[in-house]
Every structure is written in C-alpha cells, then in structure tokens.
C-alpha cells in the first residue's frame, strides 16, 4: 500500500540541543553549517541553545541603541558581537531559548516572509503551551518579532494602531526574530523569552524599540519548564508547520554537529 501523500514528511530535519554556547562560537558553526547546507553536505540542522550575555547587532543596527560603554559592559560580563543578520540590536543570556535553523527553503518554500511568520508562529505556539495568548503586530516591520499584551495575558488580539502608526496598549516582546537568507538556505533564527535576565534589556534599546518594554514566561508569570522541555516543545511545532520529520538529540555537541558535515567534493583534475 502507498503511504498516504497528506502525512508523508516533505523534508526531515536534525534538530540538536546544544546546552549554554558562547555567541561566537555558534555563529561559526552557523557559518560552517550554512556554506555545507547550500554545497548540499548537510542536511536541514536546527540547533537549540542559550547563550551568555550578549549583545549582537544587525545589519541595521544603530550605535547609539547600545547604552552600556564597553568598561560597563565589561563589569556586567556581556560581550558584543556584530552579526550579518537583519534587525538592530538585541540581547542574548541565560534562560533564553534560542533556535538557529539551517534549512534550504527549496523546493517547497522560497519565501521569506513566510518564513519569517512560520519562526513566529512556533513561538506563538510555544507561548501558548504556557497559557499565554501571544501574536504579532501587522503592517510594520519595525515590530516584527512575538508580543503579547500585558493587560490580558491569555488572549492576543491584533492592537489598535494610533495616528503616528504606533500600536496602542500595554504590549511587551515575548520573542525576538533575524535571520539572514544565501541562496535560500537561512541562519541565524529566534529568541524566545523564558526565565531570561529582563533586566539586561536595560543595557540597549531592544531591537530600536524605545516605547515597548521586553517580558518572558516568568515575568508573566506563566509556566516555564527548563530550555530543554522548551525545545523539545519546539521540535513539535517545527514539525508541524513545516511538514518534517524533526529528531532531537539533546545530548549533542559541536563536534556532534560537525560530524554530520560530509567533507567537500575534490575536484581537482589531474592531467596524467
């Protein structure tokens, strides 16, 4: 008997829990990843972690939303890298589920803004795992990322914008999103919120947003289990929205990871 096309995985996914990675060292192996997924050496890779405190800057980035001089920063033990991501600055720490998917968007998916929608409808979904109605504000891209409004914290509904185009109500960023997209294959990923250092946001303007506040599961005082139970969470959304077979290891490693890299072809020729 065939298998039945509506419940056959489109593509299949190795997701890898990584435990508390230092910034730099992940973005090399995104790096690493990323040039291996488009030369076709690797297949589709999700990688979950948190980081130690850091600020990374976007593309967009503007100096001045850094508010911490580098001595201040140094005495609250947060690096700062920059980053080829889309976005302004943001911050990573402990208590932040963060995802960094290396997916080919081929053939089935090469768009970027649903893209985008799919990494914040998992953490939409990861949210309301937690009992917290949590959405997206339309029209700006200013705003892209997850919020959930404070003052009803189990439902989410698309705010009132006001005449200068600024959504009106007490919202606050759950989850973070930038990605960076070559030859339709994607790094960087999402930050999303769960027992995360709020205070910490208080060394930048979050993302260029200096009217909105940041908040987590704990400060909304919802459930949160550890990272791990997080990303496990994760993976079922993943799966569904993307219509993969998503496995997880969370006793991997980066040399776990390296290893399903397949060295480059040689293509030499040699003239005899």
């Not at 600024?166 to 999303?192: Q, Y």
Request: aromatic share 6%; net charge negative; charged share 20%.
């Amino acid at each position: 008997m065939s298998e039945n096309r509506a419940t056959t995985p489109r593509r299949t996914i190795a997701a890898h829990w990584l435990g508390r990675v230092a910034y730099d060292e992940a973005h090399a192996l995104q790096e690493e990843l990323l040039a291996a997924r488009i030369e076709g050496r690797v297949g589709d890779t999700l990688l979950f972690l948190e980081h130690p405190p850091v600020l990374t800057l976007g593309r967009g980035a503007k100096p001045h939303h850094v508010l911490l001089s580098a001595e201040e920063r140094e005495a609250e033990g947060m690096a700062l890298h920059e980053t080829g991501r889309g976005g302004d600055v943001t911050y990573h720490g402990p208590g932040q589920l963060v995802a960094y998917p290396i997916f080919d968007l081929n053939p089935d998916r090469p768009d970027i803004r649903r893209y985008v929608r799919d990494l914040a409808e998992v953490m939409i979904r990861l949210a309301a795992d937690a009992g917290v109605g949590a959405g997206v504000i339309p029209g700006s891209s200013k705003y892209v990322g997850v919020w959930v409004d404070r003052a009803r914290r189990g439902r989410w509904e698309d705010p009132v914008v006001d005449a200068e185009g600024e959504p009106v109500g007490d919202l606050a960023k759950l989850g973070a999103i930038g990605v960076r997209v070559s030859r339709w294959c994607t790094m960087h990923g999402f930050a999303f919120n769960v027992h995360t250092n709020l205070a910490h946001f208080g060394a930048i303007v979050p993302c260029g947003i200096a009217t909105k506040s940041v908040t987590s599961l704990e400060a909304l005082a919802a459930p949160h289990p550890d990272l791990v139970e997080v990303a496990s969470r994760a993976v079922a959304h993943f799966a569904d929205l993307f219509g993969a077979a998503v496995t997880l290891n969370v006793a991997s490693s980066m040399a776990t990871v390296r290893a399903t890299i397949a060295p480059p072809t040689d293509r030499t020729e040699v003239t005899p």
